[in-house]
């Protein structure tokens, strides 16, 4: 019977869902395929080899390290100059890069999208919504007018002076009309940049790499039913889903819940063994803008925690530090699986808690470890933030 894993953070993101990922592709190889189920490059999913080799996954699944095949699903937005050089960097530490699928309708981020976003954010100052710079809510937003938006099946199949005509339209049709309906005036410095014949020449040689390193499907059910086990990994977490209009505007641009993957698994013919693995830290953090009910100094969690792959950015500033509020993410939860088990009757759920051996082996705030494990079918632990030796070794099951 075919195994499908779907990961979910339950909070604001960084719970350490590339170690979730990588745990649950297990030994599969490429019998295993890691599908990236919403959001885009802004993901950062941390993994670390048995040999101290770490690598920071955006483009690519986090389970690529043990030979799954990375799959972008069409929700997935990809961003041809991020992967060009996140592929550089894999072959620069292992000597490969995976292999990716792309779904013909993926929507294609520009350089222009990430400029825009940025100097946005730039402008709104201390009012900023929380960006990553990688242009993913510009991107969103573009493709909802149709003479600006070709998807990845059309987009890598234009010659090259009908790709640089695409670009010079987005700049002197979308971008004077973006700007106009926010009520901003874009600084010269930003303005010389969009002028910049020479970026949408790159940005013709990224899509040309990109075209040449991956393949791309058009039938979800055709491509993916032949592989054994599939593990969904969504970016961000459950408190940033689009819809969460409580605490709008400082959200992601995609639905970070597990409906998708559900869906996903179930137009797959055959019976699939489904599990939505729920990932938390053992504390809660937050980058970028928004409310934190929990939010507190560092000190005190634990001063001497250091986190290597969320650093200070122009965009996000500091990474923010909270404590474990179960009542709230419980509620995230209970929420996200009444809506899967809609469409999988009888899939089950776990928690994997992270980074206890920033905590003492315990939740910060005085949570009990016990009752939180009887609200899933299964409890994991790690005492790890984002290593992968054995898994046995890493992740640990709590039984009953």
């Known amino acids: 019977m075919r195994k499908a ?16 990922t990588a745990f649950c592709a297990g030994g599969a190889g490429g019998k295993c395929l890691n599908v ?36 972008a699903d069409e929700d997935f937005i990809v961003n041809p100059l991020l992967f060009c050089q996140e592929r550089a960097a894999l072959e620069r530490k292992f000597g490969r890069s995976p292999r990716l699928m792309i779904a013909a309708g993926c929507r294609v981020s520009t350089p222009y999208d990430m400029m825009l976003g940025q100097v946005i954010e730039e402008i709104r100052g201390k009012a900023r ?6 242009g993913i809510q510009e991107t969103r937003l573009r493709y909802l007018h149709a003479d600006w938006a070709l998807a990845w099946g059309a987009l890598s199949k234009l010659s090259r002076e009908e790709f640089l005509a695409y670009c010079r339209r987005i700049t002197g049709e979308y971008l004077p009309q973006r700007i106009g309906a926010l ?5 010269h410095v930003w303005q010389e940049l969009f002028d910049d014949e020479g970026i949408a020449e790159h940005a013709w040689l990224d899509m040309q790499e990109m075209k040449a390193h991956t393949q791309t499907y058009a039938d979800w059910t055709a491509m993916a039913s032949s592989f054994e086990r599939i593990v969904f990994e969504a970016g961000q977490g459950l408190a940033l889903d689009e819809n969460n209009m409580a605490d709008f ?3 992601t641009p995609s639905s970070t819940t597990s409906i998708a993957s559900a869906r996903r698994i179930a137009a797959l013919p055959g019976e699939t063994d489904a599990e939505v693995v729920y990932v938390t830290r053992s504390y809660f953090t937050r980058h970028g803008a928004g409310p934190f009910p929990t939010e507190c100094k560092k ?4 001063p001497d925690m250091e986190d290597r792959t969320n650093v200070p950015n122009p965009h996000q500033h500091q990474l923010r530090y909270g404590f474990f509020d179960e009542a709230a993410m419980m509620a995230r939860v209970k929420a996200d699986l009444v809506q899967t088990r809609e469409v999988l009757p009888d ?24 009752k939180l494990a009887q609200s ?3 409890m994991l632990t790690s005492d790890s933030p984002w290593q992968v030796k054995d898994a046995r070794g890493v992740c640990h099951e709590i039984t009953a």
Do not use: W
């Not at 990236?36 to 941390?46: E, S, V």
């Open 5 to 20: 894993a779907i990961i979910i953070g339950c909070n604001y993101g960084d719970e350490g869902k590339g170690l979730a």
């Open 376 to 378: 899933f079918d299964r």
């Open 299 to 302: 000190e005190a969690i634990n």
């Open 129 to 134: 919504h929380g960006s990553c710079g990688c």
């Open 183 to 187: 009520g901003m005036h874009i600084p």
């Open 36 to 71: 990236l189920i919403n959001g885009g490059a802004q993901r950062g999913h941390t993994v670390e080899t048995a040999d101290g080799k770490r690598h920071v996954f955006h483009h690519f699944g986090s389970a690529s390290l043990g030979g799954a095949v990375s799959c």
């Open 249 to 251: 505007p400082h959200l």
């Open 347 to 370: 899939v089950r759920s776990a928690i994997l808690v992270t980074h206890l051996n920033e905590t003492q082996g315990r939740l910060a705030g005085g949570a009990s470890m016990a």
